[in-house]
């Protein structure tokens, strides 16, 4: 069975970027025949809002985009990351890390290297050998073991939309998280355990996320699971140039009318290149008629096209 996700935070209502997402998600689930589940990747709790989940879901619906599976929350898989932990413990793939940020970044500084804008410090593999009377404060993914187990620190994937990509991750990242200081799971380990719980075949998501995957490819081989086509779409911007994000104040999406949704799925199929359809103020606009549309244009252009 083919299925997609989407998974949004639920740390506000959608807005255009994120609408792209969905929408891009949506389509390829059913130009491949399959289901798209939504899941709500509330696992970094304090920035959670109660409302978020049922806001983004009824926003969702009025797009004409809705989940075939029932909606998971990830505050709900404590368990699995958990199991999921203890297997690369039991593996020597996992050890406790006693280092703050601050103690990353100026071991770097030392090592004469300088921190890219928006990239965390490659981790140097400090606790790797033992906390040396520290307390542990969070767990990493031994990357420098798994990449002598497998023969290589590269990992080499193809995005449907970008072409083949290549990544060293012992380094350009280091051993990096899966349990927080702060007791919560890291992205990199919950996205993976719930794409294998919930038998996700095709990941598509923003561009934003494309560095991410080489880390995921590392621990779906260490904990035995299969790796997701993966494809990547264009961002929305906002005026200061950088990614649309609700940490970077993006406005809600206005949905408020059937001319404004309209507007909203208009724009989110621009930004993927599909037709507009249309115009705002043309009654002919339909919505069941535009997605089944786009489904066509996606399929020639990332299914059928595919070698």
């Given at each position: 069975?083919?299925?997609?996700r989407?998974?949004?935070?639920?740390?506000?209502?959608?807005?255009?970027?994120?609408?792209v997402?969905?929408?891009?998600?949506?389509?390829?689930?059913?130009?491949l025949?399959?289901?798209?589940?939504?899941?709500?990747?509330?696992?970094?709790?304090?920035?959670?809002?109660?409302?978020?989940?049922?806001?983004?879901?009824?926003?969702?619906?009025?797009?004409?985009?809705?989940?075939?599976?029932e909606?998971?929350?990830?505050?709900?898989?404590?368990?699995?990351y958990?199991?999921?932990?203890?297997?690369?413990?039991?593996?020597?793939?996992?050890y406790?890390?006693?280092?703050?940020?601050?103690?990353?970044?100026?071991?770097?500084?030392?090592?004469?290297?300088?921190?890219?804008?928006?990239?965390?410090?490659?981790?140097?593999?400090?606790?790797?050998?033992?906390?040396?009377?520290?307390?542990?404060?969070?767990?990493?993914?031994?990357?420098?073991?798994?990449?002598?187990?497998?023969?290589?620190?590269?990992?080499?994937?193809?995005d449907?939309?970008?072409?083949?990509?290549i990544?060293?991750?012992?380094?350009?990242?280091?051993d990096?998280?899966?349990?927080?200081?702060?007791?919560?799971?890291?992205?990199?380990?919950?996205?993976?355990?719930?794409?294998?719980?919930?038998g996700?075949?095709h990941?598509?998501?923003?561009?934003?996320?494309?560095?991410?995957t080489?880390?995921?490819?590392?621990?779906?081989?260490?904990?035995?699971?299969e790796?997701?086509?993966?494809?990547h779409?264009?961002?929305?911007?906002?005026?200061?140039?950088?990614?649309?994000?609700?940490?970077?104040?993006a406005?809600?999406?206005?949905?408020?009318?059937?001319k404004a949704?309209?507007?909203?799925?208009?724009?989110?199929?621009?930004?993927?290149?599909?037709?507009?359809?249309?115009?705002?103020?043309?009654?002919?606009?339909?919505?069941d008629?535009?997605?089944?549309?786009w489904?066509?244009?996606?399929?020639?252009?990332?299914?059928?096209?595919?070698?």
């Amino acid at each position: 069975m083919i299925r997609g996700r989407f998974a949004p935070s639920p740390t506000g209502e959608l807005h255009a970027g994120s609408l792209v997402a969905a929408l891009a998600s949506w389509l390829d689930a059913r130009a491949l025949q399959g289901e798209w589940w939504v899941r709500m990747e509330d696992v970094d709790g304090p920035r959670c809002i109660v409302s978020a989940a049922a806001s983004i879901l009824h926003q969702l619906s009025l797009c004409g985009l809705h989940s075939d599976g029932e909606v998971m929350f990830q505050s709900n898989g404590n368990t699995l990351y958990e199991q999921a932990l203890h297997q690369l413990i039991a593996k020597d793939l996992a050890y406790p890390c006693a280092c703050t940020r601050k103690e990353i970044e100026e071991q770097q500084a030392t090592l004469g290297l300088s921190l890219e804008r928006h990239k965390s410090a490659v981790y140097p593999g400090t606790c790797r050998n033992g906390l040396h009377g520290k307390a542990a404060r969070a767990w990493r993914f031994n990357v420098l073991k798994w990449s002598q187990l497998r023969g290589s620190s590269e990992v080499q994937w193809t995005d449907r939309r970008l072409g083949p990509q290549i990544q060293n991750v012992q380094e350009e990242v280091g051993d990096f998280v899966l349990k927080r200081a702060d007791g919560l799971w890291a992205y990199q380990l919950a996205v993976v355990v719930d794409d294998a719980a919930q038998g996700i075949t095709h990941v598509v998501r923003g561009e934003d996320l494309t560095d991410n995957t080489s880390r995921q490819y590392l621990l779906q081989e260490a904990l035995d699971f299969e790796h997701p086509h993966y494809m990547h779409t264009p961002l929305v911007l906002g005026a200061n140039g950088e990614k649309l994000s609700k940490q970077n104040d993006a406005q809600a999406l206005d949905l408020s009318s059937p001319k404004a949704v309209c507007l909203a799925m208009q724009a989110a199929a621009s930004t993927l290149g599909l037709s507009t359809l249309a115009k705002p103020d043309n009654d002919l606009f339909d919505l069941d008629v535009a997605l089944s549309t786009w489904t066509q244009e996606w399929a020639q252009r990332y299914v059928l096209a595919s070698p």
